[in-house]
């Protein structure tokens, strides 16, 4: 009786341990993925920040380009419509860059069903 006791105590101790592996395993596969959400938030911000910068000197090249001088001719103003998103759903965009001539040739057209 006291060997059973004792045996079944035994086999609690390397259950109880073996649980205990799992619980520190992933407790560390826990934090691994918390740092790999960490990272890829940060890529992410990254990658938002350099659009939009992108986004800023396309704007900054359309409206030295295209627009027009201001009364007190310090400022170039463009007057553009607002951009829809939706409009990436019905039109097609080709462009050609020339490195040389360092511009960007923009071809929009309709898209076909």
């Known amino acids: 009786m006291k060997n059973d006791i ?14 205990r592996e799992r619980l520190t395993a992933a407790n560390k596969e826990i934090i691994r993925m918390h740092e790999v959400c960490a990272q890829t938030r940060k890529a992410a911000a990254a990658s938002r920040n350099q659009l939009v910068r992108i986004c800023t000197a396309l704007h900054i090249s359309a409206a030295m380009e295209l627009g027009t001088e201001d009364a007190e001719g310090n400022a170039r103003v463009l007057t553009i419509p607002y951009i829809d998103a939706d409009l990436v759903d019905r ?11 360092r511009t960007l040739t923009l071809r929009v057209t309709e898209k076909q069903d």
């Open 91 to 101: 039109y097609d965009l080709k462009f050609q860059k020339d490195p040389v001539a």
């Open 6 to 19: 004792v045996s079944k105590l035994r086999q609690k101790t390397k259950e109880a341990d073996s649980l």
